[in-house]
Nanobody, 115 residues
Framework: QVQLVESGGGLVQAGGSLRLSCTGS????????VNWYRQAQGKQRELVAA???????NYADSVKGRFTISRDNAKNSVYLQMNSLKPEDTAVYSC?????????WGQGTQVTVSS
């Protein structure tokens, strides 16, 4: 059974930082692309960052230079370091992996940035 568990969300002031974690069980992160998505209230879900198994990470234009995605294969975990946070970064952040025909999602973690 595949499970993705996120942690690290919270309330932070604009300009602050948060680090999100996503830990997987039943799936090996190192051989899969792991994505971070976010969904703000009333808006469509958007891809924030992705880290391929053997390639270069990529980012949404809105977070380039502020967010960094990384992985720790020994812990089967992927992280999203978020710096210089803005109120518009407020959303539920979820990690995601697609394996074959299946999409796996974590439960999501709320990030709220106050102005």
């Amino acid at each position: 059974q595949v499970q993705l568990v996120e942690s690290g969300g919270g309330l932070v002031q604009a300009g602050g930082s948060l680090r999100l974690s996503c830990t997987g069980s039943g799936i090996i992160f190192s051989i899969n692309t792991v994505n971070w998505y976010r969904q703000a209230q009333g808006k469509q879900r958007e891809l924030v960052a992705a880290i391929p198994s053997g390639g270069t990470a990529n980012y949404a234009d809105s977070v380039k230079g502020r967010f960094t995605i990384s992985r720790d294969n020994a812990k089967n975990s992927v992280y999203l370091q978020m710096n210089s946070l803005k109120p518009e970064d407020t959303a539920v952040y979820s990690c995601h992996v697609r394996r074959g025909w299946y999409d796996y999602w974590g439960q999501g973690t709320q990030v709220t940035v106050s102005s």
